[in-house]
């Protein structure tokens, strides 16, 4: 059994993971994983390329997007008339998913 001092001490050290929690509640949407892992393994793809490969329409995806890129895990390019996305490379959290999981 820890004593009260140990406690304290493991209390301290637990970060508040909120950032975390968000980025989970996020993911647990199947079709949001799905857009988050096809852009683990193909960088980069449009809207309607990611609408196709889910049989799902252009503007349900598109609210997924926002939803994934408000969390902090989309990185958008925009190329002439299309706009690309690709995973965030500066969110350590999403990096970490992609390296383990997907």
Known sequence: MRTDKQIIQIRKELKD??????????????????????????????????????????????????TLERGGLLQKEKRGQKVYYGLRTDNRIAQAITKTII
Do not use: C, W
């Not at 994983?33 to 683990?40: D, N, P, S, T």
């Not at 793809?45 to 799902?56: E, Q």
């Open 17 to 66: 993971g909120t950032e975390q929690r968000v980025i989970f509640k996020i993911l647990a949407d199947t079709n949001r994983y799905r857009i988050f892992e096809m852009l683990g393994k193909q960088p980069q793809l449009t809207v309607s390329d990611m609408a196709r490969v889910l049989k799902i329409s252009l503007p349900l995806a598109s609210q997924h997007l926002k």
